[in-house]
């Protein structure tokens, strides 16, 4: 073989040396072309099963969207909440599409991509109601769940709050004129009322605020930037809004996103 061949064999092969890893590496998956993303699977409206029997719902659309702009197959991986994050740590599955809050405690745990939906509490009342934002709760009667964080804002907006167990139990009060009020989570409240086509409406403000991620086992930087990426170009583009406001009447995405941490 000639000398110039063989120097260009070895240059070929030095060079397809250095970029292997990188390619092997793409964006951190555990499965090379498939983005297996963990949920729930009956969680309305994140997670659900459509009338067809496909998983459908929030995460569901949105994660595939991701998975589609980063040019992967999307896999979706059915497990039961309490073994999430277990399973993220275990290399079980590339990220947890849930709808799990970004916590600080959380964020020493996992990296989330940027926040991906915005919920919180929101006021319920019938489309007649005097009440337009929480100052108004002042000596009303107000619905939510017992012992939960909206109990409290109820009672600290002047409310005499009436618990329930379930926010189905409580909208349907509200319905039938039993309470003046419901606060829930406004992802919650938008997809009853629009799925029963319920004569109530959400007031403006919000009671409290989170944001929700998807979660990514810590030390997979370019997976995370992937998807950080994908969720970016969705929201500018107007895909985020179209698949969202589809099943809740509103787009949800974060204004501010809380960011991505190393």
Same mark, same amino acid.
């Given at each position: 073989? %000639?000398? #110039?061949?063989? !120097?260009?064999?070895?240059? &070929?092969? *030095?060079?397809?040396?250095?970029? +292997? /890893?990188?390619?092997?590496?793409?964006?951190?998956?555990?499965? %090379?072309? #498939?983005?297996? !993303?963990?949920?729930?699977? &009956?969680? *309305?409206?994140?997670?659900?099963? +459509? /009338?067809?029997?496909?998983?459908?719902?929030?995460?569901?659309?949105?994660? #595939?969207?991701? !998975?589609?702009?980063?040019?992967?197959?999307?896999?979706?991986?059915?497990?039961?909440?309490?073994?999430?994050?277990?399973?993220?740590?275990?290399?079980?599955?590339?990220?947890?599409?849930?709808?799990?809050?970004?916590?600080?405690?959380?964020?020493?745990?996992?990296?989330?991509?940027?926040?991906?939906?915005?919920?919180?509490?929101?006021?319920?009342?019938?489309?007649?109601?005097?009440?337009?934002?929480?100052?108004?709760?002042?000596?009303?009667?107000?619905?939510?769940?017992?012992?939960?964080?909206?109990?409290?804002?109820?009672?600290?907006?002047g409310a005499s709050v009436k618990g329930y167990k379930a926010d189905a139990d409580a909208i349907q009060d509200l319905v039938n004129g039993n309470v003046d009020a419901v606060i829930t989570d406004s992802i919650a409240g938008a997809w009853a009322i629009k799925e029963a086509k319920l004569p109530i409406v959400m007031t403006d403000?919000?009671?409290?605020?989170?944001?929700?991620?998807?979660?990514?086992?810590?030390?997979?930087?370019?997976?995370?930037?992937?998807?950080?990426?994908?969720?970016?170009?969705?929201?500018?583009?107007?895909?985020?809004?179209?698949?969202?406001?589809?099943?809740?009447?509103?787009?949800?995405?974060?204004?501010?996103?809380?960011?991505?941490?190393?």
């Amino acid at each position: 073989m %000639p000398l #110039k061949t063989i !120097a260009f064999a070895l240059a &070929t092969l *030095s060079t397809l040396a250095f970029a +292997a /890893p990188a390619l092997a590496a793409g964006p951190e998956l555990l499965v %090379p072309g #498939k983005l297996q !993303a963990a949920t729930e699977g &009956t969680f *309305s409206p994140f997670s659900m099963r +459509a /009338p067809d029997g496909t998983l459908d719902g929030l995460e569901i659309r949105v994660m #595939k969207e991701v !998975a589609r702009r980063m040019g992967v197959e999307y896999a979706p991986v059915l497990i039961k909440w309490d073994s999430l994050l277990i399973g993220l740590e275990a290399d079980q599955f590339d990220v947890i599409s849930a709808a799990m809050d970004i916590t600080p405690e959380r964020q020493k745990r996992v990296t989330f991509a940027d926040g991906w939906l915005e919920s919180g509490g929101r006021i319920l009342t019938p489309k007649s109601s005097p009440i337009k934002s929480a100052e108004d709760l002042k000596g009303k009667t107000v619905g939510a769940l017992v012992s939960s964080t909206f109990s409290k804002i109820a009672e600290e907006k002047g409310a005499s709050v009436k618990g329930y167990k379930a926010d189905a139990d409580a909208i349907q009060d509200l319905v039938n004129g039993n309470v003046d009020a419901v606060i829930t989570d406004s992802i919650a409240g938008a997809w009853a009322i629009k799925e029963a086509k319920l004569p109530i409406v959400m007031t403006d403000d919000y009671v409290s605020r989170v944001q929700k991620g998807f979660a990514i086992k810590r030390g997979k930087p370019e997976l995370t930037a992937a998807i950080d990426k994908a969720l970016a170009e969705m929201v500018a583009d107007g895909t985020y809004a179209k698949l969202t406001s589809d099943l809740i009447g509103f787009d949800p995405a974060p204004k501010e996103p809380i960011r991505s941490q190393p």
